[in-house]
T-cell receptor
Framework: DAKTTQPPSMDCAEGRAANLPCNHS???????VYWYRQIHSQGPQYIIHGLKNNETNEMASLIITEDRKSSTLILPHATLRDTAVYYC?????????????FGKGTTLSVSS | DGGITQSPKYLFRKEGQNVTLSCEQN?????MYWYRQDPGQGLRLIYYSQIVNDFQKGDIAEGYSVSREKKESFPLTVTSAQKNPTAFYLC????????????FGQGTRLTVV
């Protein structure tokens, strides 16, 4: 799997957009970008994934640069419940026989 | 409800004892995984299984063992050979290993005293 680099921590005011960056400069053409988050003492939760086009769902938006070397997860209106560790992972979709590999992620703290 | 269940949530054991952590899923997923998480760290892969009666070592398999006799169940045994067993253990499943939208259980916090 390609290596990802994320800032260890970020702060965000409640109601504002939270923009979480991820660098993946060695990403291969067939590798997707996945985002998970982990609220304290719970199991990680899938958020979103994409290949090269921007993606949006009910939880977040994913913006991938044209060269695919970096991406940004956007939580449009952060709430206190969005305080969590956010993991950016790159992996090929049809990569049989392997598992998701997590780094240390970014700890997002949302405050009122 | 469909989901993945880990039990118990908290587990205490004496040093030198083997302990087995339970993981059950009713999602009809072929693939299942075990991760370990230490304070302030990311998840590290212990073992994973692509299908019944098959499993592969992850990055930190030493001192652990697993079995996959049934599709729904993937128990993890922490043996006395594991030097630092105290940790938060997470089980996950996905339809296949190709599908990376994995579903996680709520974890078991193991404390060895």
């Amino acid at each position: 799997d390609a290596k990802t680099t994320q800032p260890p921590s970020m702060d965000c005011a409640e109601g504002r957009a939270a923009n979480l960056p991820c660098n993946h400069s060695t990403i291969s053409g067939n590798e997707y970008v996945y985002w998970y988050r982990q609220i304290h003492s719970q199991g990680p939760q899938y958020i979103i994934h994409g290949l090269k086009n921007n993606e949006t769902n009910e939880m977040a938006s994913l913006i991938i640069t044209e060269d695919r070397k970096s991406s940004t997860l956007i939580l449009p209106h952060a709430t206190l419940r969005d305080t969590a560790v956010y993991y950016c992972i790159v992996r090929a979709l049809n990569q049989a026989g392997t598992a998701l590999i997590f780094g240390k992620g970014t700890t997002l703290s949302v405050s009122s | 409800d469909g989901g993945i269940t880990q039990s118990p949530k908290y587990l205490f054991r004496k040093e030198g004892q083997n302990v087995t952590l339970s993981c059950e899923q009713n999602l009809n997923h072929d693939a299942m995984y075990w991760y370990r998480q230490d304070p302030g760290q990311g998840l590290r892969l212990i073992y994973y299984s692509q299908i019944v009666n098959d499993f592969q070592k992850g990055d930190i398999a030493e001192g652990y063992s697993v079995s996959r006799e049934k599709k729904e169940s993937f128990p993890l045994t922490v043996t006395s050979a594991q030097k630092n067993p105290t940790a938060f253990y997470l089980c996950a499943s996905s339809p296949t290993t190709e599908n990376t939208e994995a579903f996680f259980g709520q974890g078991t916090r193991l404390t060895v005293v």
